[in-house]
């Protein structure tokens, strides 16, 4: 079965802190997707990268970069110099290749004060 | 700009009563999706679809239906509302493997729909 375990249920920094949220997946699919999604306040969710399991270079853009990690089944996402607008839940998700179905894990709420 | 948009952002019914949440997209993808989302389960897969007239099962379709008569709508129906069905409610939709990024989900803004 697949599964998207986000341990941290809340992390709350200081602005211009760094903060890293941590995404451990279960797949027996060697062909798989993983995403990363963020949820404002205003509810809607908005895509923020999506890797294929056989793309393992990190990414960087702007103040955020992710590190996937197959040895260790995680994707991890950094947020460099925190902002109070970066202030919203994070969902980690995978999808099988060739499938409909995404499973995502619980979220992760990140606050960040000024 | 890509849009999903959903009926309503807030919804209050009875107990007993049916319910439509009804989703519409402007991004002519093949595949439309009905999640919901409660706190600490993060968001899980209703039903989806992936083409006018079709539609499969996710994770919890019990107690909902659904009706996709045209590519761009796609509803949710609740039968006979029950208070174990307040949550928040999010359609997504995703194109096919022709266009790029094609398994990215776009989402609605989400309706909050409470069960008295």
């Known amino acids: 079965a697949q599964k998207v375990t986000q341990a941290q249920t809340e992390i709350s920094v200081v602005e211009k802190e760094d903060v890293t949220l941590d995404c451990v997946y279960e797949?027996?699919?060697?062909?798989?997707?993983l995403f990363w999604y963020k949820q404002p306040p205003s509810g809607e969710l908005v895509f923020l990268i999506r890797r294929n399991s056989f793309d393992e270079q990190n990414e960087i853009s702007g103040r955020y970069s992710w590190n996937f990690q197959k040895s260790t089944s995680s994707f991890n996402f950094t947020i460099t110099a925190s902002q109070v607008v970066d202030s919203a839940v994070y969902f980690c998700?995978?999808?099988?290749?060739?499938?409909?179905?995404?499973?995502f894990g619980a979220g992760t709420r990140l606050f960040v004060k000024a | 700009d890509v849009k999903v948009t959903q009926s309503s952002r807030y919804l209050v019914k009875r107990t007993g009563e049916k319910v439509f949440l009804e989703c519409v997209q402007d991004m002519d993808h093949e595949n439309m999706f009905w999640y919901r989302q409660d706190p600490g389960l993060g968001l899980r897969l209703i039903y989806f679809s992936y083409d006018v007239k079709m539609k499969e099962k996710g994770d919890i379709p019990e107690g909902y239906s659904v009706s996709r008569e045209k590519k761009e709508r796609f509803s949710l129906i609740l039968e006979s509302a029950s208070t174990n069905q307040t949550s928040m409610y999010l359609c997504?939709?995703?194109?096919?493997?022709?266009?790029?990024?094609?398994?990215?989900?776009?989402f609605g803004p989400g309706t909050r729909l409470t069960v008295l």
């Open positions: 998700a995978l999808q099988s290749a060739g499938g409909f179905k995404t499973i």
């Open positions: 997504a939709s995703s194109g096919t493997g022709d266009t790029l990024n094609y398994n990215e989900q776009f």
């Open positions: 797949t027996r699919d060697t062909t798989y997707y």
